[in-house]
Each structure stands twice: as C-alpha cells, then as structure tokens.
C-alpha cells in the first residue's frame, strides 16, 4: 500500500484551475520526484497535500486515510513535514528557536534534544550560528535550517519544495547528499525540482507535471533516458 | 498596560482597542470582590489578592470569547474590518459595564492604610506610598514573567512564530487558533492585574475609564515601538514621565498669576488658588495624546520598533 497517493486530484484558485486531476502515489521508503516548468502547478499539489489548499475534486490518501480538508497543523502532527518553497524559516527566532519549532507536537524533550545535535552535526554552519537570528542567515543556510526543522519533527513523509533553488552549486550538492542521507535512513520522500537531472539522479522514480497534469512516469533511469525528457528537461 | 497591546498587537498584528475595556472589567471585578469582603476582617493583602484572583479569570474569559466571537471569523479580513469591530467590542463591553456597575464613578475601597516613604529628611521631600511601590513591584514581576512566557517557553516561541508567519507556524503542527487565544487570554489576565492596580492608584472606578486608559497605553505601546515588548516598558515609563513632568512644568510656565500685576481680574482667581495654570495637571491626560501625535508623525515605528513598513 502507498504511503501516499492522490487520487485524481483537483486544484483551483478561485477560477483558475492549477491542478487539473493527477494521480501521484508514493511508497513507503521510496524517494520520488515531481519535475516541471514553472507554473506547472508542483508548488500547488503540496500545498493541497499539506492542507494549505482543499482540493476541488479528487482526494489525498496518506497512510490508508483521507487527509484531504484536514487543518494543516492536523496533517502534520501525522508525521507529514514540508519544506517549503523558499524555505519560510522564521526570521526572528534564533537558529535553535525554528529548530524546537520543527518539533513542536512532540513532547519526548530527550529525544528533541538529541535531534537538534544531530542536525548540528549534519549541519555544522548551523551550529556555530545557533543563536544567531534565521533571517541573518544565507539563502542556504537557510535551506539547511527549513530541511534541519521538517526533520526535527521525525517525519515519516518529507515533502521538499524546489530545495536547490537559488543556491551555488556547491550548496545544491550538499543538499542533495542530505537528501540521499535521509532517503537511506528509511523516510519517504517527496521531491519537487525544477532541477530534473539532480533529481532524477537521485530518486527511485519520477513524474512530469505540464499545465496540471501529468504527462510522464515512471522509473528514473527510464526518465533520464527519455527523449521528450532530454530535450524538454534536461536541456539536449 | 502597554504589555497587553503590544503582546496582541506583536501576535496578530491587529490594534484590540478593546483592551482599555478589558482592564475597567478587571478594576470592576476586583472592586466588587474587595468592596464585599471589606468588612470579612480578613487581612487587607489578602482580600486585595482575592480581588485579583477574581478579575484575572473574568478577564481571561472576556479576552477569549472576543477573540473567538469578534476577531477569529475577520482574520482575513481587510484590516480595517477588526479595527471597527474593535471599536464596537469596546462599546459592547461599557455597557455590560454600565448594566453590573452601575454609570456611577465607584471609590474604590481604601483598605490597605496609606503609608508615605519620604525620599528626603523632611516631610516636603518627594515622597513614594506603599500602594506605588507594591505597584512597581508587580509590574516588574509581570514584565519578567512576560520575557520568561515569550522567550523561553514552547507556547511562547510558538506565538512569535505564529506572528512571523502563520501558514508555516500551522505546517510545523502548530494550532495557531489556540495560540491566538492564549495570546488573548494572556493579554487580558495582564490588562486584570492592571486594573486593579489602576484602581488601588487612583481610588476611583468608572465605567468609562477603560478609554482614555487605553489610549494612553496605546500612546506608550506606539512611543516604545509597538509590537516590542521591551519598547512597551519604556513606553510606559517615559508616558508617566511625560504626563507628570509636562503636567509640572509646563504648568508652571503656563501660570497666569504673573499676570494679575497687569490684569487685575485675575487677582481673584488667583487669591482663591495661587497654581491657577493655563495648562496645568487638569491637562495631564493631554500629554499623552500629543506625544501619540509627535511619534506617529516623525517615527512611526516607534523608539525601538522593528521596522514595519506597510504593515503598520
Ligand atoms: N495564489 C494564487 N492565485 C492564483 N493563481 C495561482 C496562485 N498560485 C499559483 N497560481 C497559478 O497556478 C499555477 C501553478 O502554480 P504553482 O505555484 O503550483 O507552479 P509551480 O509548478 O510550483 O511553479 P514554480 O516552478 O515556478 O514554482 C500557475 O499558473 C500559477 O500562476
Ligand atoms: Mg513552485
């Protein structure tokens, strides 16, 4: 059974219609990317996902159970955490603050504890910087912090949006070895990128989203490997 | 006061011109308390920490239902849309107000004897009450328990990041309609403390206090920065300053007798009362209300404000 799965899911705003019925499943420990131009409505399916939009038509199932009208505080407590796209860290609390922040709805102090050190680890520039305001920090170590914070609430599905958008290469690479990283370690992941080589390298599988709707899928190796793909995606 | 504003205002970024209301209901609550064990000869202290006891959950509910009955259904609404309402709640409440207590001004029961510490050796010395000290101590005592509740604690941390940006604040498994309602809540048990201390200050309670109260902590809110807590304490104290230096000074500068060697009609006035001043303490409240001017114009961030832009 899928962790998660949208069922024909509709999305509009007010008249305009974003999300036009796409069906997207994604197993239990898999990592799966959503790959598109902009405007393609990737943005939009995680936000209706995550309960920041209800759905037209259609529904999202996670974990065998319609999570579709749900409040988003409500669908996170059920261990599903996004990043979102440009990252929406807090600016005014410290780099500590937004982490205890990410594990807000768990009460196991202990646990959090040994958490926000093992973010330190895999992040140590967020470390040297833990008292230090999230809006004095670069667009990638904030990304860092906005991956650190969904992590801290132990999400058994982390949905990424864009995470390499706007960085140096050198930070894209390192935020995709966190997301290898944490793909190994058994979460499921959802990835949506405008960067279609990195994430197709990276995943076990892959969707094309155009206009709304999804025009392809199927294994990544396969999507690489796909003309319309090469050329409308990966620049060939 | 200006803690209560502050607070809301920081939380939702919404002005509760109801608050000066919720601090009347407080001294109210606090005086009906006091007034029926005044003569329980329990010790003053004791029923004057009663009186509190009582106002604190009385405001508290106050604060949460308006929130949930006034603002909550207009959250997304233009701002000035709960502004009106604000407006409206305020009018709600003084007349709950008028209908418990009555449109009487109510003395508020001297329990606690008055007992002046001078400063100085002689009795003309400035001189400070033990009613103004215990007040200096509770402020102080709130102010810290403020910082500690904001700064330190889970829900605290979870209410400057629901003010920083709500939708994200919801993905993080926060539920930000209870965290408004605790900011509200909170903000009233302070606005309760603060009305009886109101009431233990000046000795008097009227149902239409809560106004020109409000606006005076909405004025030392705005001078400090509103939505700074740190801000709102000065705020408070450089409006206490303001009112009672300006009432000092700039009615002596103002004082008319000078003029009775030139104008003999107002030797009268001034026999009968020498401190006879155009703009002396009976224009104390007006202090307030030009400092509010001043800031709005030349900083309207306030003195240690953040920067708002067009939020504000
Ligand atoms: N708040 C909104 N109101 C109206 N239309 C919107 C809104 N947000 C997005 N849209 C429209 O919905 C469509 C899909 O947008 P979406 O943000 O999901 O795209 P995206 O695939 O995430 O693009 P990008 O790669 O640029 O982030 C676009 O045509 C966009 O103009
Ligand atoms: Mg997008």
Redesign the interface.
Known sequence: MSLLALEALHVSYGGIKAVKGIDVTVDEGELVCLIGANGAGKTTTLKAITGLLHPAAGRVMYAGEEISGRKSFEIARRGLALVPEGRGVFPQLTIEENLRMGAYARDDKPGVAQDMERMFSLFPRLKERRAQTAGTLSGGEQQMLAIGRALMSRPKLLLLDEPSMGLAPLMVEKIFEVIRAVSSEGVTLLLVEQNARLALEASHRGYVLEGGTVTLSGDAKSLLGNPQVRQAYLGE | MALGYTMVYGIIQLINFAHGEVVMIGCMTAFSVIVALAGSGMPPLVIVGLGILAAVPVCMAVGYIVERVAYRPLRHAPRLAPLITAIGVSIILQHLALLVWSRNVIAFPQIIELKLFHLGSSDNSAAISNVQIAIILVSVAMMAGLLALVYKT?IG??M??TS??P??????????NNVISFTFVIGAALGATAGVMVGSYYGIAHYQMGFLLGLKAFSAAVLGGIGNLAGAVLGGILMGLIESLGAGYVGDATNVCFLNQFLPGFNDVCLASPESSLFGSNYKDVYAFIVLILVLVFRPSGLLGERVGDRA
């Open positions: 889970k941390i979870a400057r990041a920083q940006n939708l994200v604040a919801g993905l993080m498994g926060i539920n930000i």
